[in-house]
């Protein structure tokens, strides 16, 4: 008891003196510490910083995509067939003609019908819409003509004859008029008047308006070829000018005496005059009635021709269709889509060298898996994937066997990936009795290691074919983040407590940039909605840690669900 | 203007780096003390204060407010050092318990005038094992099955380096309280 109390002073002693004793640090302290802080700040940016950063740039690589894709594609029949694609075109088109004639098109049409009128009028003429048109023309200069030669001819005899009100009138008062009868000079006159009359009769014509022909100045001899309506003003304008006309010759008649005969001959002229610009005016309506029935005839072909490429475009109907059952659910890429995925893989052992004799036969190897999702922007055969995922790197080295001297007096040291991992030789031994004549102490250990990743992978693909099954290839880049480790060492011992320490101070890499290539394929389940599986490899261009210097490399096989969007 | 030790806490919880300095200096001098008891010299004492005050800023989000503040920084700044001593190596084993009844203890009447500067010296001067068992021990108030689970050792050898340990400050006393008689007398 008195053992005891002196022991309680001694501890007392410095308890009491020291449990609440201060001390100050130097001044310059506190700055190291708000060094180390800002470094630390630094080297390790919040999270939420990163998934940030992470959503921006996919958003922003999506809208890039989005931008500069090219609309005018039919990205979803691009890979059926390029002739159906140039049927639709073609239908398309068709479809445009048929609805609304444009005014190029109709354009087209009257050149279509002018040069087949052209090609017939050189076969039979005068029935031509060439002709029609020479013919036109020709009766449309010698109107004017007509009409400055009726006013001459008014001028010459304006004040010496007076204008019959009809040619009813006109004409019976010539018939009735008192003719001298022994002019022979005047048979001479009057014959000559008659050719005047004749030239003026061939120079006065109808007034090519005057498209139908009137019934009341047809000729016994004139046929109604044409057989068209009448119209009551051109045959009030035709008889107009025939009844100028009739002025105009009797005015150029009456400067000399004339016979009922000559006068009469002279009226049969112009009769047949006009008989013959009747059957100009009858051909000339059959002509444009022609070139009407063949416009008719044409736009009938036209239609002809669209029913012709309506059956084409039902047949690219069909074809589409065909080809869309014969492929069931074809690889039709969506713009957008989002998959979900798993990735189991495997890396090389972590664990690499020991202080002491060291069993390495129940090392398993390194661990590791990601599950995460990713957007995929098609570009025809072409995809660009980005997303975010989560990996864990987990290795477990089981109950493995250490073997060292009972007079051991360094620490047992395991190097892994992660840092070197020291056990004091003092835990190490501590409730270890060994007998005497025994040297060497047997021991177990577990270790396990685990880090924890956000990653960000970008990756290009390349399909191949179509169907139901499209295999790929793919590479790009994997951005990676460490956001926490942890290392435990387990050492179980046959005698005395086990030893468990755990260390979270390691020196792991914690940004990493790797490079990823992977083959897979991809297997359409129903339209839209599909899943892969993708063997890969990646290697980082960082080793795991400060204290690893072997290569960063996995081997993976991912596995996902992808939904067309 | 004073500032509450809950702004403290939560202007720490939010990185707010006035109160982070608000708080070292609110506890740098009782923390040093205690680094210092765990370390062989000054600088190493810094050293390990930093590192503390560090995991303190780091860690403060998970405290509940269930204890002690004080209390929660200074295990921090115990485990500190305990895992500073765990990458020396430190060798627990090197001490052989059979000598510690050789050893008695005269120490009767523990005056309080010996300075704290020379009781931190003579703890300061231990060696590495026994230093760390005797501050848990005698100045943490821990007791040898929480040491021995601390340090990955058994109760008997913390308790024989405690002993060790006590028996190397009681003749270390024994020779101050020499000294001191005379004055005292």
Same mark, same amino acid.
């Not at chain 1, 022979?184 to 139908?212: D, F, G, L, W």
């Not at chain 1, 047949?272 to 008719?296: G, V």
């Given at each position: $008891? ?18 609440? $004793? ?8 506190? +700055?190291?510490? !708000? ?53 639709? !075109?073609?239908?398309? &088109? ?12 109709? $354009? ?35 109107? #004017? ?11 010459? *005899? ?7 009100? +009809? ?25 000559? *008047? ?9 120079? *006065? ?29 051109? /045959? ?40 013959? +610009? ?5 051909? !000339? ?9 063949? #416009? ?9 021709? &669209? ?17 869309? +059952? ?5 690889? =039709? ?6 998959? /979900?995925?798993?990735?189991?893989? &495997? ?33 025809? #055969? ?16 089981? =109950? ?55 990653? $960000? ?12 099954? /499209? ?21 179980? #011992? ?18 990493? &940039? ?19 599986? !993708?063997?890969?490899?990646? =290697? ?24 067309? =969007? | ?16 780096? %006035? ?41 403060? %989000? ?55 500067? %020379? ?67």
């Amino acid at each position: $008891m008195i053992e005891e109390n002196k022991h309680n002073n001694t501890e007392k002693l410095f308890h009491n003196a020291l449990a609440n $004793m201060e001390v100050q640090p130097s001044p310059a302290l506190w +700055d190291k510490v !708000e060094a180390r802080l800002d470094d630390e700040n630094r080297k390790r940016p919040a999270l939420w910083i990163w998934l940030v950063g992470s959503l921006l740039f996919i958003t922003g690589a999506v809208a890039i995509g989005w931008y500069f894709y090219p609309r005018n594609q039919a990205p979803r029949e691009y890979f059926v067939n390029k002739n159906v694609l140039l049927a639709q !075109e073609n239908v398309a &088109i068709t479809n445009s003609n048929a609805t609304t004639l444009s005014d190029s098109a109709k $354009m087209s049409l009257q050149q279509q019908v002018d040069s087949i009128n052209n090609t017939e009028a050189e076969q039979a003429k005068p029935i031509t819409s060439q002709t029609i048109v020479q013919k036109s023309s020709a009766t449309t200069t010698p109107n #004017k003509l007509s009409v400055n030669n009726t006013a001459h001819i008014t001028a010459v *005899t304006h004040n010496t004859v007076a204008t019959p009100k +009809d040619n009813s009138t006109t004409y019976t008062s010539l018939k009735n008029s008192p003719v001298k009868k022994d002019s022979a000079t005047h048979t001479t006159a009057i014959n000559k *008047t008659q050719t005047q009359v004749t030239n003026v009769a061939s120079n *006065t014509t109808i007034k090519p308006s005057v498209t139908n022909e009137p019934e009341t100045h047809k000729s016994p001899g004139a046929k109604n070829n044409a057989g068209d309506s009448i119209n009551q003003n051109n /045959i009030t304008q035709s008889t107009t000018t025939i009844h100028k006309n009739t002025s105009s010759l009797l005015n150029a008649v009456a400067e000399k005496p004339l016979n009922k005969d000559s006068i009469a001959g002279a009226l049969l002229a112009a009769i047949q005059a006009k008989k013959n +610009d009747s059957i100009k005016q009858a051909k !000339e309506t059959t002509a444009n009635k022609i070139l009407q029935q063949k #416009k008719t005839d044409s736009l009938k072909s036209d239609s002809i021709q &669209i029913a012709k490429t309506d059956s084409t475009k039902k047949d690219s109907a069909k074809k589409i269709t065909a080809a869309k +059952d014969s492929s069931h659910h074809l690889a =039709l890429p969506s713009l957008l889509s989002i998959a /979900i995925y798993y990735s189991p893989e &495997i890396a090389r052992n972590d664990v690499t060298s020991h202080s002491t004799t060291f069993n390495m036969q129940n090392a398993v190897p390194n661990l590791r898996y990601s599950f995460g999702v990713k957007f995929g922007l098609s570009f025809g #055969k072409f995809e660009l994937n980005a997303g975010i995922a989560y990996s864990q790197l987990h290795q477990t080295f089981g =109950l493995d066997t250490i073997s060292f001297s009972k007079n051991i007096s360094q620490p047992l040291i395991i190097n892994t990936s992660l840092g070197n991992l020291a056990v004091p030789v003092g835990p190490l031994m501590a409730g270890i009795s060994v007998a005497p004549w025994l040297v060497t102490v047997h021991d177990h250990y577990q270790y396990n290691e685990t880090v924890n990743y956000i990653n $960000m992978p970008i990756n290009a693909r390349l399909n191949f074919g179509i169907g139901k099954f /499209i295999p790929y290839v793919t590479a790009g880049i994997n951005l990676q983040y460490a956001i926490s480790e942890n290392a435990v060492l387990d050492v179980i #011992k046959d005698k005395g407590v086990d030893l468990n320490l755990t260390y979270s101070s390691l020196n792991v890499n914690a940004f990493n &940039i790797g490079f990823s290539a992977g083959a897979g394929i991809e297997y359409n389940i129903v339209k839209r909605l599909s899943v892969y599986v !993708e063997p890969n490899a990646r =290697l980082n261009t960082l080793p795991l840690s400060g204290n690893d210097k072997s290569l960063n490399y996995y081997f993976g096989c991912q596995g996902g669900i992808k939904l067309g =969007l | 203007m004073t500032v509450t030790e809950a702004e403290i806490i939560e202007g720490c919880k939010a990185g707010k780096r %006035e109160l982070q300095k608000a708080l070292y200096t609110r506890f740098s001098g009782k923390m040093f003390a205690v680094c210092l008891r765990y370390s062989k010299n000054r600088e190493e004492a810094e050293d390990l204060l930093q590192d503390g005050f560090i995991k303190v800023f780091h860690s403060i %989000e998970k405290f509940m407010g269930s204890g002690s503040f004080e209390g929660w920084i200074r295990r921090i700044m115990v485990n500190t050092a305990l895992e500073l001593i765990r990458k020396k190596k430190l060798d627990f084993s090197s001490f052989d318990i059979e000598h510690v009844e050789s050893y008695s203890d005269h120490i009767t009447d523990m005056t309080t005038t010996i300075a704290e500067n %020379e009781l931190l010296a003579m703890i300061q001067e231990l060696p590495a094992g026994y230093k760390t068992i005797f501050n848990l021990y005698a100045i943490e108030g821990y007791q040898h099955n929480e040491i021995s689970e601390m340090l990955g050792i058994s109760e008997g050898t913390s308790k024989s380096q405690l002993a060790r340990a006590r028996h190397i400050l009681q003749e270390k006393l024994k020779r101050i309280e020499i000294n001191y008689r005379p004055q005292v007398k």
